[in-house]
């Protein structure tokens, strides 16, 4: 199983619609998780961190459930501006980071 | 601009050739990081630094590679004898452990093409 696995899309959605995707990692000692935003050849950026059950942030929502191993983020109100690839980051106690392969999203007009 | 710096944005080189990249983290950060990034996948780590120690250095780096991080602060990784499979986005990011709950940082990359 790999370590991190994320469905790598495309998501292709209309304007306003509600999207979500899933991730789920293998290393059940990670404790802290992360999801980031990386545009066309870009550097990725820091999107929301998720260290309990789960976070919220305007539009977006992160979601945690340890006993699945999995992370799922959601975004209601899609913009054409969130069109780009999200990648799941869990962490553990240990400093090696995997990062997942990202998941791309498209917003259509 | 105080975010995470890179240099060279990009670099071409012919295979065989040394080349070295600098980063610059985050003045406050004391974690450093290198990942190298190919089209269509996330980010695989490298290597990390806390302070001037390599405390964790992926099976991928090969002996050809190596990084430096001399005080603590700016950090280089070296590519010798490069070969074509080098070609990747090489990405360095910094983090705090303290209050920041270990978010790291990103600078823009330097992109690498090997000819």
């Known amino acids: 199983r790999k370590e991190v696995e994320q469905d790598p899309g495309p998501f292709n959605v209309p304007e306003g619609a509600t999207v979500a995707f899933n991730c789920t990692y293998s290393?059940?000692?990670?404790?802290?998780f992360f999801w980031y935003r990386q545009d066309c050849r870009k550097e990725p950026k820091l999107l929301m961190s998720?260290?309990?059950s789960g976070n919220e942030d305007g539009r977006f929502t992160a979601q945690l459930n340890r006993a699945s191993q999995y992370i799922s983020l959601l975004i209601r109100d899609s913009k054409l501006s969130d069109s780009a690839t999200y990648l799941c980051?869990?962490?553990?106690?240990?400093?090696?980071?995997?990062f997942g392969t990202g998941t791309k999203l498209q917003v259509i007009p | 601009d105080t975010g995470v710096s890179q240099d060279p944005r990009h670099k071409i080189t012919k295979r065989g050739q040394n080349v070295t990249f600098r980063c610059d983290p985050i003045?406050?950060?004391?974690?450093l990081y290198w990942y190298r990034q190919t089209l269509g996948q996330g980010p695989e780590f490298l290597t990390y630094?806390?302070?001037?120690?390599?405390?964790?250095k992926s099976r991928l780096l090969s002996d050809r590679f190596s990084a430096e991080r001399p005080k603590g602060s700016f950090s280089t990784l070296e590519i010798q004898r490069t070969e074509q499979g080098d070609s990747a986005m090489y990405l360095c990011?910094?983090?705090?452990?303290?209050?920041?709950?270990?978010?790291?940082?990103f600078g823009p990359g330097t992109r690498l093409t090997v000819l």
């Open positions: 980051v869990p962490k553990g106690g240990y400093q090696k980071v995997t």
């Open positions: 998720v260290y309990s």
């Open positions: 003045s406050e950060h004391n974690r």
């Open positions: 290393n059940s000692a990670s404790q802290s």
């Open positions: 990011a910094s983090s705090s452990r303290v209050g920041s709950g270990d978010e790291q940082f």
């Open positions: 630094f806390q302070n001037e120690a390599q405390l964790e």
